[in-house]
């Protein structure tokens, strides 16, 4: 039993430690990689403050998804504010005393936790029935929806079917996340489901997934349409300054 919670509460940090250290890798290598070119997708706005609107349009609605196809727009929109509700509903595990607005969140994140893994599938047939999707899909694609898909799969088996003793998982949990160390739970739904996550926490930065931050980097969306009023300068060319 404490073997089992020494390894388990290793791979959690080990996992956490991968997983900040490569988001913050990442994020550091995009803000420093220069634009040489104003290439703002036009019509762009024309303000700094506009452009902002625009990612943040991005970023919760998926604008250009939507302008491009509506049925990936609908699969991705549904998936991304599920995944959100599902992740905001697990905070139970992470704070005491939990906040009001977490409270109140938490019947939405069951519906959304219900929702998750119909969108995954919606999103993996997708992958799998469009030509031109599956011409463009790889092994990665499909690897991260379906980890998702078992995470969400185990998780829904713990809350309708094979139910675990939510204290002590609050217990292992929380002790972790505020180093009051507790015995790790035994039941094996809840192990498969804490090993999934651990695995998708370590590949997230490493993979594709890491378009989560990547989006507020891409100039396309993040430029403002302002060439004629202020003088884009190529990092690549200072003598022309
Ligand atoms: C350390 C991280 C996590 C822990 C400790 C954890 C633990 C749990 C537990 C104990 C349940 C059962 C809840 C109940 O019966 O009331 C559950 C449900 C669930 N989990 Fe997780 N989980 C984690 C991360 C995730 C992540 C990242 C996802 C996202 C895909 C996820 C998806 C779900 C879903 C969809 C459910 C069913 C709906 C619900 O009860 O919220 N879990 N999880």
Redesign the pocket.
């Known amino acids: 039993m404490q073997f089992l919670t020494i390894i388990f509460s290793l791979m ?1 940090y080990g996992a956490a430690a991968v997983f900040v250290f490569g988001i913050l890798c990442k994020i550091m290598v995009y803000a420093k990689t220069p634009s040489p070119l104003k290439i703002p997708t036009t019509p762009a706005p024309t303000t700094s403050f506009g452009a902002a609107v625009r990612v943040l349009s991005e970023v919760l609605l998926f604008r250009s998804l939507y302008r491009s196809n509506k049925w990936t727009w609908l699969g991705g929109v549904v998936f991304h504010w599920a ?1 959100l509700f ?2 905001l ?2 905070l139970r ?1 992470f704070l005491y005393p939990l906040p009001a607005w977490d409270m109140k969140l938490q019947y939405i ?2 519906v ?3 929702v ?2 119909i969108a995954v599938l919606y999103l993996l047939m997708r992958r799998t029935t469009v030509d031109r999707t599956v011409f463009i899909s790889s092994l990665a694609d499909y690897f991260a929806l379906t980890l ?1 898909f078992f ?2 799969g ?3 088996m ?2 309708f079917y094979e ?2 003793f ?1 204290v002590d ?1 609050k217990g292992f ?1 929380y002790g972790l996340a505020t180093f009051n160390f507790s015995a790790v739970p035994t039941d094996p739904v ?1 192990l498969v ?2 090993t999934l ?2 695995i ?1 926490l370590a590949y997230f930065p490493y993979s594709k997934l890491v378009h989560a931050p990547g989006i507020f980097f891409s100039p396309t969306r993040n430029q403002a349409d302002n060439p004629r009023e202020r003088r884009h300068v190529n990092p690549w060319s200072p003598n022309l300054t």
């Open positions: 959690a995944f599902v992740v509903r697990h595990y994140g069951i959304a936790g219900i998750l893994p998702i995470i969400a185990t998780g829904l713990m809350k139910r675990p939510m998982i949990v809840f489901h804490f996550v651990m998708l």
